[in-house]
């Protein structure tokens, strides 16, 4: 009997083996779908994360490539107008330089060698006023006077204007004209 008992327990203990094996399959059997549905959920997310940077990507060169084209439009705008002031500024000296003009009139002495000083004052500043530096160089004060703009210098006093362009206004007038212009753009009255 004895032996009885210990087959009856060998074979239970035998069963709870088999069971436990078949409930180790099992748990094995649900464990490879959860661990492939985890792949697919990663593999989801790593392609949405893919996704994303393209698209991160995309927006960065587009604002780049946008960037640029307005840098290049700044650029196209300051050129133009420096154009503009390098032609307005070309406008002006050769109206300077054309005969028969109203500046032509006003400062054509200055063309001439042998210009007495009076007759170059007498012509661009007859009244014979003459008003600080500071009022001749900014141009919401020099509109409102009486003023020839392209001879702001001769309304100057004489002491000023010797000691602006270290010269006199005769030595001046005898100067090319590229030299006068240079000088007026250093002080500011070109």
């Known amino acids: 009997t004895s032996r009885g008992v210990s087959l009856d327990g060998e074979a239970e203990s035998l069963e709870l083996l ?18 492939r549905a985890d792949d697919l959920v990663d593999s989801e997310k790593s392609h949405d994360r893919e996704a994303a940077a393209r ?43 054309s005969p028969g003009s109203e500046e032509d009139e006003a400062v054509g002495t200055l063309r001439s060698e042998d210009t007495d000083e009076d007759l170059i ?40 204007f010797r000691s602006l362009f270290e010269i006199d206004r005769e030595a001046y007038a005898k100067l090319p004209k590229w030299k006068q212009v240079s000088l007026k753009k250093k002080h500011n009255l070109f």
């Open 55 to 97: 698209r991160w990507a995309q927006a960065v060169k587009k604002a780049r490539q946008l960037r640029e084209e307005e840098d290049a439009e700044q650029q196209r705008r300051e050129v133009l107008v420096r154009m503009q002031s390098l032609l307005q500024q070309q406008q002006e000296v050769l109206l300077l330089r």
């Open 121 to 160: 004052l007498a012509k661009v500043n007859p009244e014979g006023k003459y008003y600080s530096l500071e009022q001749l160089t900014q141009s919401k004060v020099w509109r409102n006077l009486d003023v020839t703009p392209t001879a702001r210098e001769f309304f100057l006093s004489d002491d000023d």
């Open 18 to 35: 088999e069971a436990d094996a078949a409930d180790l399959l099992q748990d094995q059997q649900r464990e490879v779908p959860v661990a």
